[in-house]
C-alpha cells in the first residue's frame, strides 16, 4: 500500500533554531518526492522537488534530504523564524510517467516557532 | 504569471444554494486538478482533468460537478451540499512533461455549509 509517514505529528520551538522533520514512505514506483509548506487555509507552497537521483536540494533555509534505498527523507530548517510556523507536507508522486500520477501525501508536521 | 488564483477566497452557502468556484492558471499547463482539504488532514483529490477532459472522478457525490471550459479555466459547480462538505477547496495545476506530477497549488476557497 502506498503511504507517507510523518514524524513528528507537531514540533515547538524557539526562533533561531535549527529543527529536521522526517518523512518515510513506501510509495512504489517512485517519481519523486517533495515538500510544501502549508499556512492555515493557504495552499501549499513547494520548498523542493527531488527525483530519484538527487540526495540532497536546498532553498534558502530549507534543506531537503532523500534516501531512496531506504525510502526516508528529511526537511532541515535553519535559523528559524516566526513565519516558518506553519504544516510541512511530504508528498510523494508515484512513477507512472504520466502527469495524471498520483501525489501521496503525508499527514503534516506542524511547526510552532516560538518568540 | 506562475500562479494559481481561485475565487472567491471564502463562501458562506446554505444546503439549497448553487455556487461555483473558479481557478485559472496561466502557465499553460495541460493538468488541473481539485482538492478537498478537511482541518488537520492533508488534501484528498476530487477530479483531474487533462487536455480539458475529465480524467478521474474519485467517486465523488453529484452535488460537486466539474466543469474545464479551456485549458486556462476549471471551475467546481456546488449544488444541495451538506455541511460536512465545509472544507478549503483546492485547485492545482501541472504541466505534462519534463517534470511529470509537479502540482502547483492555489490559495484554496474556504466553503462553510450552514
Known amino acids: 500500500k502506498n503511504q507517507v509517514e510523518q514524524s513528528p505529528q507537531s514540533l515547538i520551538i524557539l526562533e533561531g533554531k535549527n529543527c529536521t522533520l522526517q518523512c518515510n514512505y513506501t510509495v512504489s514506483p517512485f517519481s519523486n518526492l517533495r515538500w510544501y509548506k502549508q499556512d492555515t487555509g493557504r495552499g501549499p507552497v513547494s520548498l523542493t522537488i527531488?527525483?530519484?537521483?538527487?540526495n540532497t536540494k536546498s532553498n534558502g533555509r530549507y534543506t531537503a534530504t532523500l534516501d531512496a534505498d531506504t525510502k526516508q527523507s528529511s526537511l532541515h530548517i535553519t535559523a528559524s523564524q516566526l513565519s516558518d510556523s506553519a504544516s510541512y507536507i511530504c508528498?510523494?508522486?508515484?512513477?507512472?510517467?504520466?502527469?495524471?500520477?498520483?501525489?501521496?501525501f503525508g499527514r503534516g508536521t506542524q511547526l510552532t516557532v516560538w518568540p | 504569471d506562475t500562479e494559481v488564483t481561485q475565487t472567491p477566497k471564502h463562501l458562506v452557502m446554505g444546503m439549497t444554494n448553487k455556487k461555483s468556484l473558479k481557478c485559472e492558471q496561466h502557465m499553460g499547463h495541460r493538468a488541473m486538478y481539485w482538492y478537498k482539504q478537511k482541518a488537520k488532514k492533508p488534501p484528498e483529490l476530487m477530479f483531474v482533468?487533462?487536455?480539458?477532459?475529465?480524467?478521474i472522478n474519485e467517486s465523488v457525490p453529484s452535488r460537486f460537478s466539474p466543469e474545464c471550459p479551456n485549458s486556462s479555466l476549471l471551475n467546481l459547480h456546488l449544488h444541495a451540499l451538506q455541511p460536512e462538505d465545509s472544507a478549503l477547496y483546492l485547485c492545482?495545476?501541472?504541466?505534462?512533461?519534463?517534470?511529470?506530477?509537479?502540482?502547483?497549488f492555489g490559495p484554496g476557497t474556504r466553503l462553510t455549509v450552514l
Open positions: 482533468y487533462s487536455y480539458e477532459k475529465l480524467s
Open positions: 527531488m527525483t530519484f537521483s538527487e
Open positions: 492545482a495545476s501541472g504541466r505534462t512533461s519534463g517534470r511529470a506530477n509537479e502540482q502547483f
Open positions: 508528498v510523494v508522486s508515484a512513477g507512472r510517467g504520466s502527469t495524471l500520477g498520483r501525489l501521496y
